[in-house]
């Protein structure tokens, strides 16, 4: 079983849309999460760590589920600009801080 | 800061030939760590280090060896290129402890013929 699984998508959503992307993962001993962009051909960044209160910026808000081992991403006025692969990212400390990737939702924002 | 440094950007290398690629950050950070991105895989970590001198493996060790002789530089070699190596192998780093992010290197984009 993955580690942590996403919806690959495509996603292709309009501008000014909400889209939510979703994720789980498996390790319940799993401490630290983020969602990370990816541009094509760049590196990946990140967009925004994820808290257990759930956290906003911006446009964007992140939220984790414990019980349900369960993160998300939502993105309300969709810009041109927010096309990118987004990635769910999981941190183990318990097996040597350890990061692992889901394999990232594509989103395209439509004029 | 310079963050996290690749090189090279590219190489295109043959069956059978060996070589480094480097990575370094100025941020000292404890964690370092190598990954290979393919097509519909995702990020899959191939060795990780938490400190100078300590090295792991992850994911997908195989083919690959590393060494973490100072806190800046951690590089990967490929002992024996085939083609399934084609890929884009990213470095990244960051401190040891919680909601600490990791920071990626601009990659290298490798070609085994």
């Known amino acids: 079983r993955k580690e942590v699984e996403q919806d690959p998508g495509p996603f292709n959503v309009p501008e000014g849309a909400t889209v939510a992307f979703n994720c789980t993962y498996s390790n319940s001993a799993s401490q630290s999460f983020f969602w990370y962009r990816q541009d094509c051909r760049k590196e990946p960044k990140l967009l925004m760590s994820v808290y257990s209160s759930g956290n906003e910026d911006g446009r964007f808000t992140a939220q984790l589920n414990r019980a349900s081992q369960y993160i998300s991403l939502l993105i309300r006025d969709s810009k041109l600009s927010d096309s990118a692969t987004y990635l769910c990212v999981v941190n183990t400390l318990a097996t040597g801080n350890q990061f692992y990737f889901g394999t990232g939702t594509s989103l395209t924002v439509i004029p | 800061n310079a963050g996290v440094t690749q090189t090279p950007k590219f190489q295109v290398l043959k069956t059978g030939q060996s070589m480094t690629l480097q990575c370094a950050q100025d941020?000292?950070?404890?964690?370092m760590s190598w990954y290979r991105q393919d097509p519909g895989m995702g990020l899959r970590l191939i060795h990780y280090s938490v400190g100078a001198g300590i090295t792991d493996q992850g994911e997908v060790p195989n083919g690959y060896n590393v060494s973490r002789s100072t806190t800046e530089d951690f590089p990967l070699r490929l002992l024996s290129a085939a083609p399934s190596q084609t890929s884009v192998y990213f470095c990244?780093?960051?401190?040891?402890?919680?909601?600490?992010?990791?920071?990626f290197g601009p990659g290298t984009r490798l070609l085994v013929l």
């Open positions: 990244a780093s960051s401190y040891v402890g919680q909601q600490e992010t990791q920071y």
């Open positions: 941020m000292n950070h404890e964690y």
